[in-house]
C-alpha cells in the first residue's frame, strides 16, 4: 500500500528517543496510530480528526503524537521500554464516522533492546 | 475485558474446503461490524463489513449479521492457501466516543 508511507520500517533502540512519520496520499481527514503487539489485535493509540486529537488514556505519556498537517502523523517516543517493542500501524479514513473503513500503512516495527 | 470475542482462535481447512469463523461483541452499544484480514508481516486489509440484519457475499466471502445478538460470522468457501492469515473482526458504534474494537482474531491455515 504505497497510498499510506510509513517510516522507518524497522526501528531497534536502547533508552533512546525516536520519531515514527506517517503520510498518506488519500485525502483522508481522519488518521491513527495503532499498536500491535505480538499475538494481540491492534490497539488505537490516537485519533486525530481534521487535526484535532483525540486520546487513548490508557497510553503512556512518553508516546506524543503530533499532526503537522492533514496527511502527515508523527509518534514521538521518548525513554522507551521493553514493552513498547510492537509493530505501529498508522491508518486513515475519509472521516472519522464509524462506518467508514481504515486504511492501513505498511507498519513501523519496534524492538526495544 | 475483550469486547469483541472470536472464536475459534485457530483454524485449519484443506484447499477447497469452507472455512467458518464466528465473532461476538459484548458490548450492545455497537452498530457496525468489520472483517479485516491481516497475512503475516502485512497489514490489515478490510475484507467485508456488514451493518444490517442478514446475509452479504462478495465472491468466495459471505459475512453473516444478527443484530439481536450482537454476532457475525465470516463464511469461506473453496478456501485456497493464499487464504491462510489471521482474520480480526472490528466493531463499532454509531454513536457516543468513536473507537474500532478489535477481536484477538483467528488465525486460518488452509493446508494445500
Known amino acids: 500500500n504505497t497510498k499510506i508511507t510509513q517510516s522507518p520500517r524497522y526501528l531497534i533502540l536502547g533508552r533512546a528517543n525516536k520519531s515514527l512519520e506517517c503520510e498518506q496520499h488519500?485525502?483522508?481527514?481522519?488518521m491513527y496510530w495503532y499498536k500491535q503487539s505480538a499475538e494481540k489485535p491492534p490497539e488505537l493509540m490516537f485519533l486525530?480528526?481534521?487535526?484535532?486529537?483525540?486520546r487513548n488514556e490508557t497510553v503512556p505519556s512518553r508516546f506524543i503524537p503530533e499532526c503537522p498537517d492533514s496527511s502527515k502523523l508523527l509518534l514521538h517516543i521518548s525513554a522507551v521500554d521493553p514493552e513498547d517493542s510492537a509493530v505501529y500501524f498508522c491508518?486513515?479514513?475519509?472521516?472519522?464516522?464509524?462506518?467508514?473503513?481504515?486504511?492501513f500503512g505498511h507498519g513501523t516495527k519496534l524492538s526495544v533492546l | 475485558q475483550q469486547k469483541v470475542q472470536q472464536s475459534p482462535e485457530s483454524l485449519i481447512v484443506p484447499e477447497g474446503g469452507m472455512a467458518s469463523l464466528n465473532c461476538t461483541s459484548s458490548?450492545?452499544?455497537?452498530?457496525y461490524f468489520w472483517w479485516y484480514r491481516q497475512h503475516s508481516g502485512k497489514s490489515p486489509k478490510m475484507l467485508m463489513?456488514?451493518?444490517?440484519?442478514g446475509e452479504k457475499e462478495e465472491g468466495r466471502f459471505t459475512v453473516h449479521l444478527n443484530k439481536a445478538s450482537l454476532h457475525t460470522s465470516l463464511h469461506i468457501r473453496d478456501s485456497q492457501p493464499s487464504d491462510s492469515a489471521l482474520y480480526l473482526c472490528?466493531?463499532?458504534?454509531?454513536?457516543?466516543?468513536?473507537?474500532?474494537?478489535f477481536g484477538s482474531g483467528t488465525q486460518l491455515t488452509v493446508m494445500p
Open positions: 458490548d450492545r452499544n455497537v452498530d
Open positions: 463489513s456488514i451493518f444490517s440484519n
Open positions: 488519500l485525502g483522508h481527514n481522519a
Open positions: 472490528a466493531a463499532s458504534r454509531s454513536s457516543g466516543s468513536w473507537q474500532l474494537i
Open positions: 486525530y480528526n481534521l487535526k484535532q486529537l483525540i
Open positions: 491508518a486513515s479514513s475519509p472521516r472519522q464516522y464509524s462506518n467508514e473503513r481504515l486504511f
